[in-house]
């Protein structure tokens, strides 16, 4: 299978240096000078509410700047809907985790602190089956859950807490590209991220035993974990040095899949079905490979010659790649036998949403996204696609009122606020404009231009008494805030 492959490096630098000058207010000044051994004495000293805060200032980072982010609401909806199935199956059900995809076609998945886990979409579109991407996520989650990074740190006995996180941080550069471990650090430093880039082997087959178990929990096919970690180990005879990612960070030996295949042989036989949802997004990913016309053709041939275990997934393909080669009235009649499936999909709703506005049809577009949203009413994508089509038949106050409703189901969702400020914009409501922009700025870390947008809301002139007092409450909590963390840097 032929797959794009973005270099990742950037990643791996730019995660290290962000998370080398914040770490410095995430330190508490009173830390003691070095860690305890493993277990939960690591996790008293690196605690739970630090690790996540470390994990948010990271994600933000990557959200904001890394290229290879993969800003795709459908994407990070499923990779969640799948992750959260998971993780409702793990010893933590109540705990965060937040899942998204990192555009390279490695193979590869990675463990942040705060509980985000990152895979690669070469990872989604390399998987046989989901069971096989699920047990690559419930690997992943188990590592987070029996803590293996803060342990794996806290042996270095050596180092200051600072010098354990940073190390910690570039690992993660290391693990999400195995190139980056040199380039990231130099010295005896990078020559000790070399060493330890994999997790040592009972941290391992810690990860695979949860794993398998949360798997089989979460009612996915558990012979899928084994299947997809044999076929990467063959895969090194072919690559040799230059094996994939996963298999450097995550070394598969054949104790490993012989242990689980130990375990799947006890298990009942049964058979297990893929989600549609699984299907039309390795289809997504796929149309998006190339330029539209290799897209298009690559999908025809796979219809014409029946080289597929989905038909519906093909044609929501194909007519993905249409849409890209803007030939929208084709792409419409492919996507109808998508749509015509009985349970449907918000995947299948949402792009003939965009097809009919990519036509002018903005009309069809909003009632599409309309009837969808009473369908699916958690669907992000759905949600800002409508927002997207309202604002451009320019029905502002309808918009506004969709947005108050979704803002007061999802209230740390950025780009809601970001849509809102917009709209306010254009309605001429320039208070209300520099607000929302300010808890954009909020929720994406970025105080500074949050004060300084709440500034803007002060002197804007047009907000009532009620407007002008929350705007002055909100940015005393703000300046408040930014008083402790100036703190935290002396």
């Given at each position: 299978m032929k797959m794009n492959h973005l270099p990742a490096g950037r990643l791996a630098r730019k995660?290290?240096?962000?998370?080398?000058?914040t770490s410095l207010v995430l330190t508490p000044p009173a830390w003691s000078d070095s860690l305890p051994d493993l277990g939960e004495s690591a996790r008293a000293d690196l605690s739970p509410q630090l690790e996540r805060k470390i994990g948010d200032s990271i994600m933000n980072d990557i959200r904001l700047h890394e290229p290879t982010y993969v800003d795709d609401a459908e994407v990070s909806g499923y990779l969640n809907r799948l992750g959260q199935r998971l993780v409702a199956a793990s010893t933590e059900p109540s705990r965060d985790f937040h899942f998204f995809a990192i555009?390279?076609?490695?193979?590869?998945?990675?463990?942040?602190?705060?509980?985000?886990?990152?895979?690669?979409?070469?990872?989604?579109?390399?998987?046989?089956?989901?069971?096989?991407?699920?047990?690559?996520?419930?690997?992943?989650?188990?590592?987070?859950t029996q803590s293996h990074l803060a342990r794996q740190i806290s042996a270095q006995k050596q180092q200051s807490v600072l010098g354990m996180i940073a190390m910690a941080v570039a690992l993660l550069a290391a693990r999400s590209?195995?190139?980056?471990?040199?380039?990231?650090?130099?010295?005896?430093?990078?020559?000790?991220?070399?060493?330890?880039?994999?997790?040592?082997?009972?941290?391992?087959?810690?990860?695979?035993?949860?794993?398998?178990?949360?798997?089989?929990?979460?009612?996915?096919?558990?012979?899928?974990?084994?299947?997809?970690?044999e076929r990467l180990q063959r895969s090194t005879r072919v690559y040799e040095n230059n094996a994939?990612?996963?298999?450097?960070?995550?070394?598969?030996?054949?104790?490993?899949?012989?242990?689980?295949?130990?375990?799947?042989?006890?298990?009942?036989?049964?058979?297990?079905?893929?989600?549609?949802?699984?299907?039309?997004?390795?289809?997504?990913?796929?149309?998006?490979?190339?330029?539209?016309?290799?897209?298009v053709n690559n999908f025809e041939t796979l219809l014409r010659e029946?080289?597929?275990?989905?038909?519906?997934?093909?044609?929501?393909?194909?007519?993905?790649?249409?849409?890209?080669?803007?030939?929208?009235?084709?792409?419409?009649?492919?996507?109808?036998?998508?749509?015509?499936?009985?349970?449907?999909?918000?995947?299948?709703?949402?792009?003939?949403?965009?097809?009919?506005?990519?036509?002018?049809?903005?009309?069809?577009?909003?009632?599409?996204?309309?009837?969808?949203?009473?369908?699916?009413?958690?669907?992000?994508?759905?949600?800002?696609?409508?927002?997207?089509a309202l604002f451009s038949q320019r029905?502002?106050?309808?918009?506004?009122?969709?947005?108050?409703?979704?803002l007061q189901l999802y209230t740390t969702d950025p780009k809601l606020y970001g849509v809102q400020a917009k709209t306010y914009a254009m309605q001429g409501k320039k208070l209300q404009q520099h607000r929302a922009l300010a808890e954009m700025y909020v929720l994406q870390g970025r105080l500074v231009p949050a004060i300084?947008?709440?500034?803007?809301?002060?002197?804007?002139?047009?907000?009532?008494?009620?407007?002008?007092?929350?705007?002055?409450?909100?940015?005393?909590?703000?300046?408040?805030?930014?008083?402790e963390e100036a703190k935290q840097k002396k």
């Open positions: 995660t290290l240096c962000f998370f080398l000058c555009r390279d076609g490695q193979v590869n998945a990675f463990a942040m602190f705060g509980g985000y886990i990152g895979i690669n979409t070469g990872t989604i579109l390399v998987a046989q089956s989901e069971s096989e991407l699920a047990g690559v996520v419930a690997h992943e989650i188990s590592h987070v590209n195995s190139q980056a471990a040199g380039g990231v650090m130099a010295g005896s430093e990078a020559a000790m991220i070399q060493s330890q880039l994999a997790f040592s082997r009972d941290f391992e087959r810690e990860a695979d035993r949860i794993g398998y178990d949360i798997l089989e929990k979460a009612g996915f096919d558990p012979r899928g974990m084994s299947e997809f970690f994939p990612v996963y298999m450097r960070s995550h070394p598969i030996t054949v104790e490993r899949i012989s242990d689980m295949q130990n375990r799947q042989a006890r298990a009942p036989y049964k058979q297990f079905r893929d989600g549609l949802d699984f299907q039309l997004i390795r289809a997504k990913l796929r149309a998006q490979l190339g330029t539209p016309k290799e897209a029946r080289k597929y275990s989905s038909e519906a997934a093909i044609r929501y393909g194909l007519a993905y790649a249409l849409w890209r080669a803007k030939k929208y009235a084709q792409a419409d009649q492919e996507l109808e036998m998508v749509r015509r499936q009985k349970s449907g999909s918000p995947i299948a709703e949402n792009l003939a949403a965009e097809i009919k506005a990519a036509s002018g049809d903005l009309a069809s577009a909003v009632k599409i996204y309309r009837e969808a949203l009473l369908r699916f009413p958690t669907s992000r994508a759905l949600a800002y696609g409508y927002a997207d029905s502002y106050d309808l918009l506004q009122t969709f947005l108050e409703e979704q300084e947008q709440l500034q803007f809301a002060q002197r804007a002139g047009d907000g009532n008494f009620y407007e002008m007092s929350v705007v002055d409450a909100r940015l005393r909590e703000l300046k408040k805030q930014q008083m």
